[in-house]
């Protein structure tokens, strides 16, 4: 396993340890760049109107379309850490 992988996999359960919640655009971004950086561009249909959450979820990540997973990994342990202090 790649450096990156390990460190965007720890990253991962790093944010769930955080002491305190971030803001909903952060979410959104930490939500977007962890599902580029685990699965690439955006798939699927986009959420019915009525689904908020889901709409804005699946907005934050199409925003990331074309960016090489390796770059959202990076951005996302970046954000991480950054969240961590």
Do not use: C, H
Not at 3 to 11: C, N, R, S, T, Y
Not at 18 to 25: A, G, H, S
Not at 60 to 70: E, H, I, N, R, S
């Amino acid at each position: 396993m790649s450096k990156l992988k390990q460190g965007f996999e720890q990253a991962a359960k790093d944010v769930q340890a955080l002491t305190e919640r971030p803001d909903n655009d952060t979410l959104l971004r930490l939500y977007a760049l962890y599902k580029q950086g685990s699965e690439g561009d955006v798939k699927g249909d986009k959420p019915g109107f009525f689904d908020f959450v889901g709409t804005a979820k699946y907005e934050a990540w199409g925003k990331l379309k074309g960016t090489p997973q390796d770059a959202a990994q990076q951005q996302y342990i970046d954000l991480v850490k950054k969240l961590k202090g």
